[in-house]
């Protein structure tokens, strides 16, 4: 984290053609974000000002910098990452705008790994464009595996005040979702969602709920075997480890009965399955967490709205509640951190006595990685 107090948040632009710029510059030019935190842009203050003029926004002042070490506390701050011949296009996909988002991703990546910022929100991408030799990923969620996962897997969670969905599977092809779905996986995300529950989002004993992939939780067998064959063993496995988990239930009625309101979250087998429930119930407070790396990172759940860029009319409520979500976890991390740490000092090894040694001078020090 930064010298000063206040959380540094870093904010990527996105795909420069949609509504990121919209919805960021809506969500900092409420003065009550700064008072909160320290948001670090990473964009272009040209761009900002062309959305700006576009949706007749009043101005959004901006620390302007080009490195990071000149960050302000208490002051909206602009990194500048592209050059001044970024071309916008709005509503428009291309590959120049794919290029501008990962240039902002990159370098906001670089920032938090080095500790210039402490969280990341990032608007939304256009998955095809931004496609490269460099970004060869699905999404955002896959990327931040690969470059800030340190070996760990992430887990994609959506969520506001009254519900967590999270995925066994992701950006995944429907043809594809059934092989995907293994007794190992289940196991592993229901893991990884047990830890989340309890290390970033305060539960001491998470209750989840785990849905079926066919249709009636496959009706014994009759449409279907992946319940009977692969997703009850995980759970049998899961609960005997002192995961609390319960299912499989049919989607269908486990949402239009409001089931999952008796739950800490939801484990859904597939992208569609969950996240098509999910922002039915959540409107536009959802927001999506990246769970499981060492890293906090969440965005809006929504897309880069190329049919209404400029108009106006883009709610900046999901990329707002994305901010404040992203501060409560690591708020919320860092004390699951204090209340856990080793109460002990480091220890090292004494090789000319052949004996573990107490050292006073080193304490485990709180941080925000794992």
Do not use: W
Not at 144 to 153: D, F, P, T, V, Y
């Amino acid at each position: 984290m930064g010298n000063d107090k206040k959380i540094r948040v870093g904010i990527t632009h996105g795909d420069i053609n949609g509504i990121g710029y919209e919805i960021i510059l809506k969500t900092l030019s409420e003065p009550t974000i700064c008072e909160l935190c320290t948001p670090v842009l990473y964009g272009s203050s040209r761009i900002a000002t062309f959305y700006r003029k576009m949706i007749d926004l009043e101005n959004v002042p901006f620390n302007v910098i080009n490195d990071a070490n000149d960050i302000k506390s208490g002051y909206n701050n602009l990194i500048e990452v592209l050059d001044n011949d970024a071309k916008v296009e709005p509503g428009v996909e291309s590959s120049a705008a794919g290029a501008a988002a990962f240039t902002s991703l990159e370098r906001a990546i670089k920032d938090l790994k080095d500790g210039y910022i402490d969280v990341l929100v990032t608007a939304p991408i256009n998955k095809h464009s931004i496609q490269s030799a460099e970004f060869n990923f699905p999404g955002h969620t896959e990327y931040l595996e690969a470059s800030i996962g340190n070996g760990r897997k992430p887990l994609m969670i959506l969520f506001n005040e009254f519900i967590k969905v999270a995925l066994v599977t992701t950006h995944l092809p429907v043809s594809q979702i059934s092989n995907a779905i293994t007794k190992e996986a289940i196991i592993e995300k229901l893991t990884i969602l047990n830890d989340t529950l309890k290390r970033d989002f305060g539960k001491e004993q998470p209750r989840i709920a785990v849905l079926s992939l066919n249709p009636h939780a496959g009706d014994n067998g009759l449409i279907g075997k992946e319940e009977q064959e692969t997703i009850i063993p995980a759970i049998e496995e899961a609960y005997a480890n002192k995961i609390i988990c319960f299912g499989p239930y049919a989607a269908d009625g486990f949402f239009g009965s409001q089931q999952y309101s008796h739950f800490d979250a939801v484990l859904a087998m597939y992208h569609d399955q969950g996240l098509a429930a999910f922002k039915t119930l959540a409107m536009q407070s959802g927001v999506n967490y990246t769970a499981g790396l060492p890293f906090i990172r969440t965005s809006p759940d929504h897309g880069t709205g190329f049919d209404i860029v400029g108009k106006g009319i883009a709610s900046p409520d999901s990329f707002r509640e994305a901010i404040y979500r992203a501060i409560d976890i690591f708020r919320c991390r860092m004390a699951f951190y204090r209340d856990h740490r080793n109460p002990l000092r480091k220890q090292y090894f004494d090789k000319s006595n052949d004996k573990e040694v107490l050292d006073l001078t080193k304490v485990e020090e709180s941080d925000n990685t794992i």
